[in-house]
């Protein structure tokens, strides 16, 4: 997610549509992507994606981390936290292991929480425990 000292949202954002600026497409990124303008259409990115307070979009986001402080109509993927900013509307549903809705910010849809993906240790131990037996 953007930098605490970064008002807008955009450091180190290496796609940014900016406000005044109308897409319609889909659109996708190996890196971070801001939308301050109007985009029309679906995005894929491997980085984070953040719809600025005067975003408005129309389309689904699938992402690594999610912010939204502008309008979104279309649904979330997020591998890590989907954020919705007390500015942000989201009309559509979300999947995230991490959900985060400040006070005011409107939701109108359904959440799906995933589980974190557990990491597997390699294992060269082939003891195995048996669980323990209730007390009597």
Do not use: W, Y
């Amino acid at each position: 997610m953007a930098r605490r000292d970064d008002v807008l949202g955009t450091s180190g954002a290496e796609t940014i549509i900016g406000a005044g600026v109308k897409v319609v497409g889909n659109l996708e990124s190996e890196g971070d992507i801001h939308i301050d303008g109007t985009f029309t259409g679906d995005i894929q990115a491997n980085g984070d994606v953040v719809l600025g307070i005067n975003a408005k979009m129309k389309g689904n986001i699938t992402a690594r981390n999610i912010s939204v402080a502008g309008s979104l109509k279309g649904n979330i993927v997020a591998e890590g936290e989907a954020g919705l900013r007390d500015s942000g509307h989201i009309n559509g549903d979300i999947t995230c292991i991490s959900l985060n809705i400040e006070h005011g910010g409107v939701f109108v849809g359904r959440s799906k929480m995933q589980a974190a993906p557990v990491l597997e240790k390699p294992s060269d131990d082939t003891t195995e425990v048996e669980p323990e037996k209730p007390s009597e």
